[in-house]
Nanobody
Framework: QIVESGGGMVQPGGSLRLSCATA????????MGWVRQAPGKGPECVSL??????YYADSVKGRFTISRDNAKNTLILQMNSLKPEDTALYYC???????????WGQGTQVIVSS
């Protein structure tokens, strides 16, 4: 089970912190990522945290930070300096090792607008 929270509406330049609570699998041993989908666009992997590496899309490098709290089975995405083009539905998902995601949350909406 995956449940996201923390979305909302913010002005450009603002910040949001997304949280992803997980249950039912060994969180500390699996890659977890944040995938977003903007209206009319395909899904984009924003950030991925594996057991050894962290990946960021070029579009968010230097602005977003992914972190894990393995004791709480929680994945965090800190988003700073938000831009209107960050507006999307953000999903937390488990990556199954080959680039595909096999377990998804329901998504949390992020709107960046003045």
């Amino acid at each position: 089970q995956i449940v996201e929270s923390g979305g909302g509406m913010v002005q450009p330049g603002g910040s949001l912190r997304l949280s992803c609570a997980t249950a039912g699998f060994t969180f500390s041993m699996v890659p977890m990522g944040w995938v977003r989908q903007a209206p009319g666009k395909g899904p984009e992997c924003v950030s991925l945290s594996t057991t050894r590496n962290i990946y960021y899309a070029d579009s968010v490098k230097g602005r977003f930070t992914i972190s894990r709290d393995n004791a709480k089975n929680t994945l965090i995405l800190q988003m700073n300096s938000l831009k209107p083009e960050d507006t999307a539905l953000y999903y937390c998902a488990r990556e199954e090792g080959t680039g595909a995601y096999d377990l998804w949350g329901q998504g949390t909406q992020v709107i960046v607008s003045s």
